[in-house]
């Protein structure tokens, strides 16, 4: 007799989760340009020594918070 293969139970993947559009905000301090940039699971702060240089990198900044968001949860096994 010949066994028969085992099925492993069903693994449902999470659906990514909607992200609001990040929110930021330069701001001058006594130690330069602060720009903060944030959406509702994480925030950058960093200080530039010019408002030009605190505005191009929103850009740069927003372009990471979408890549990070893109990122796949890992599956999770339904009980």
Not at 24 to 44: F, M, P
Request: hydrophobic letters at 40%.
């Amino acid at each position: 007799m010949v066994p028969q293969a085992q099925v492993a139970p069903p693994v449902q993947v999470t659906p990514l989760a909607q992200v609001s559009t990040p929110r930021y905000d330069i701001a001058q301090t006594e130690k330069g340009w602060r720009l903060t940039i944030e959406n509702e699971h994480c925030s950058v702060v960093q200080v530039f020594s010019t408002s030009t240089a605190a505005q191009h990198a929103v850009g740069r900044m927003l372009e990471f918070f979408e890549s990070m968001s893109a990122q796949a949860p890992s599956p999770r096994q339904v009980a």
